[in-house]
């Protein structure tokens, strides 16, 4: 009996079609579409251009300045942001954190206020942002080229916009930086302000990882207490690969770090940087770049200096504006430094509801404190110290 089979034996000599060719042909199409339309999407929302400043109905203010400016500084080409509803108001130059972070881009996601006040300057340090340069030699990643830099800025800011002195305010590694510059050079700048105050970086990590695994033992989080445990910190061996590892998901975790809502450095500082529009794409590479580049440079020294230990004077007022749940730069170390300095006024700012970066997280209060206080020479604003 013949057989019927539904089955066809191929002929000799002859292949079958291959059924998964087209599945493979539109897998990888999809694929190959999808990243088109990514990188149409990341050029769409990298023009390069900041914001224009709004009123409150959503409008453009007719007369303010919002603007990209590259000026070579000590030789190097560096770029800022400058920001304000009337270029008449004071200038206040930010120093940004990192070292090498720019953080313009937290405006955006926590915006400040700060161009109604001022005339704001977002400047990418040497090395930074806008200011990266492959070519850039290592030899000048220096404390002392970045003070330099920072006196050639406050310069450049004094002449455009015919101030004979400016707030001078850092974050983080930007106050650290910025209490040099105002040591070094009082006579440019009529105030101080530093946020998140570091004195002496590798201090402050050994008290943030003793209060991050007491914290996290409290919490009943054994395998986040057995990883600090096997990521140590000691001011003799100073921060081991496990913990630098580490450290950012652990304060995040317990809102201690950047911000108190921040829980990821995913989503709280990568993805809002790709999405700033003030910067290019070529641009935000160099974010990323600038900050590997900086931190190679910088950070061990920055580890390993004590402010307490070089300076005790300031001739202008000084001013500290600290998170209450802080612990990347240790509070108690910045209160310390800021009853032993000297100077001719004082105020000491305890934000309540903040962790790393009281203007972006109480942008109304600290808004409050620089027209009030810093720009009047006062301090009736700041905390009652003992």
Do not use: C
């Not at 850039?136 to 800025?153: G, K, N, R, W």
């Not at 570091?198 to 008290?207: D, K, N």
């Amino acid at each position: 009996m013949p057989r019927n089979d539904s089955f066809d034996a191929p002929t000799p000599g002859k292949r079958r079609p291959d059924r998964l060719g087209p599945v493979v042909m539109w897998f990888f199409g999809a694929v190959l579409l999808t990243l088109i339309a990514a990188a149409a999407g990341l050029l769409w929302i990298s023009p390069g251009r900041p914001a224009p400043v709004l009123d409150t109905e959503g409008r453009p203010i007719p007369g303010s300045l919002s603007e990209r400016v590259f000026v070579e500084i000590n030789g190097v080409r560096q770029g800022m942001i400058v920001q304000s509803a009337d270029a008449a108001n004071p200038v206040l130059l930010f120093l940004h954190g990192g070292p090498g972070m720019p953080e313009f881009f937290l405006n955006g996601t926590h915006p400040t206020g700060l161009e109604r006040d001022f005339t704001v300057v977002w400047w990418d340090q040497r090395g930074a942002g806008l200011s990266f340069d492959p070519g850039l030699q290592p030899e000048s990643m220096t404390f002392e080229h970045l003070i330099a830099d920072t006196v050639a800025v406050a310069d450049y800011l004094r002449d455009r916009f015919g101030q004979d002195r400016i707030v001078l305010l850092g974050h983080s590694w930007g106050s650290f930086l910025g209490l040099l510059v105002a040591a070094r050079a009082p006579d440019r700048f009529r105030a101080y302000v530093g946020m998140a105050q570091a004195v002496h970086q590798l201090r402050s990590e050994t008290l943030a990882h003793a209060a991050m695994l007491a914290a996290y033992r409290a919490r009943g989080d054994a395998a986040m207490v057995g990883r600090l445990e096997a990521a140590p910190v000691s001011m003799e061996l100073g921060l081991s690969d496990d913990y630098m590892r580490l450290r950012d998901p652990a304060m995040h975790g317990l809102g201690v770090g950047t911000t108190r809502d921040m829980r990821s450095v995913i989503t709280g500082v990568f993805l809002p940087v790709w999405r700033e529009p003030a910067y290019t794409v070529r641009e935000k590479v160099s974010v990323w770049r600038g900050l590997r580049w900086s931190r190679r440079h910088l950070w061990d020294e920055f580890l390993a200096t004590d402010l307490g230990t070089r300076i005790d004077r300031l001739e202008i007022p000084f001013y500290l504006l600290i998170g209450r749940h802080d612990l990347t730069a240790n509070p108690e170390l910045a209160r310390a430094l800021f009853e032993r300095i000297e100077a001719p006024l004082k105020g000491f700012y305890t934000f309540e509801n903040s962790a790393h970066s009281p203007l972006f997280e109480e942008p109304e209060r600290a808004r409050q404190i620089l027209r009030e206080d810093v720009l009047t020479g006062r301090a009736k604003l700041a905390d009652k110290l003992r």
